[in-house]
Nanobody, 120 residues
Framework: QVQLVESGGGLVQPGGSLRLSCATS????????MNWYRQAPGRQRELVAG???????NYADSVKGRFTISRDNAKNTLYLQMNSLKPEDTAVYFC??????????????WGQGTQVTVSS
């Protein structure tokens, strides 16, 4: 099973930047996609950005042009570079991984989340 640990959240002023990291550990037959989700108070969790095993990337319309998802396979780490942050980006950000275990079962792993607060 794959374990995920996010870091890099914090308090930032509007227009500022943050980079979130998601360290992965554990063993899997394959990790087919990794995603960043976020959940603001009173709202449903939403997909922010995703990257496939083939490096295909997708973004929510609300973050296109401002956020960039990337990964460093050598470091087993997923990143989310967030620029031009807005107060509406305030949320808990979660790392997510989808893949197949050594035993051949599908898995859907989540990190514990990291708080991002955009406020002056």
């Amino acid at each position: 099973q794959v374990q995920l640990v996010e870091s890099g959240g914090g308090l930032v002023q509007p227009g500022g930047s943050l980079r979130l990291s998601c360290a992965t550990s554990g063993i899997a037959f394959s990790i087919d996609a990794m995603n960043w989700y976020r959940q603001a108070p009173g709202r449903q969790r939403e997909l922010v950005a995703g990257i496939s095993s083939g490096d295909s990337r997708n973004y929510a319309d609300s973050v296109k042009g401002r956020f960039t998802i990337s990964r460093d396979n050598a470091k087993n780490t997923l990143y989310l570079q967030m620029n031009s942050l807005k107060p509406e980006d305030t949320a808990v950000y979660f790392c997510n991984a989808l893949g197949i275990t050594i035993g051949g079962a599908n898995f859907n792993s989540w990190g514990q989340g990291t708080q991002v607060t955009v406020s002056s």
